[in-house]
C-alpha cells in the first residue's frame, strides 16, 4: 500500500501562484510513476503531470505546460506542483496519484493508488 497525503490548496487570483505537495508514504517508490491529476465540478477526472520516481522523466498535458512544473524531493518522498499564470478554469480538485509501473498512461483508472484532494480555486 501506498499512502497519499496532498496539501497546499486554496484561493488565489488569476495571475497568481500556489505549490501542491504530495507526501507518500508506505511502500519504496522506484518502480512507481506518480501523477497529479485534477477534477472540476462536473467534469471527469483529468490528467495534469506525472514524474517517474526513478530518473526524473516528465510529462504534461497540453493546457499546464510551460506554467506548471513537477518535481520531487526523494529524501522526503514527496512530488510538488507548482503552479504559475493560473486561470479560473485550473479550479479544481487536485489529486496526487501513483501507478505501480514503469509505463506512462494518463487514464486515471490505471493509476493505484490515490490522495484525498486538495481544492484549488483560482478567481478572475
Known amino acids: 500500500q501506498v499512502q497519499l497525503v496532498e496539501s497546499g490548496g486554496g484561493l488565489v487570483q488569476a495571475g497568481g501562484s500556489l505549490r501542491l505537495s504530495c507526501a507518500a508514504s508506505g511502500r519504496t517508490l522506484t518502480r512507481y510513476v506518480l501523477g497529479w491529476f485534477r477534477q472540476a465540478p462536473g467534469k471527469e477526472r483529468e490528467f495534469v503531470a506525472a514524474i517517474w520516481w526513478a530518473g526524473g522523466s516528465r510529462y504534461y498535458e497540453d493546457s499546464v505546460k510551460g506554467r506548471f512544473t513537477i518535481s520531487k524531493d526523494n529524501a522526503k518522498n514527496t512530488v510538488f506542483l507548482q503552479m504559475n499564470s493560473l486561470k479560473p478554469e485550473d479550479t479544481a480538485v487536485y489529486y496526487c496519484?501513483?501507478?505501480?509501473?514503469?509505463?506512462?498512461?494518463?487514464?486515471?483508472?490505471?493509476?493505484?493508488?490515490w490522495g484525498q484532494g486538495t481544492q484549488v480555486t483560482v478567481s478572475s
Open positions: 496519484a501513483a501507478r505501480a509501473s514503469l509505463s506512462f498512461t494518463t487514464t486515471p483508472s490505471s493509476y493505484d493508488y
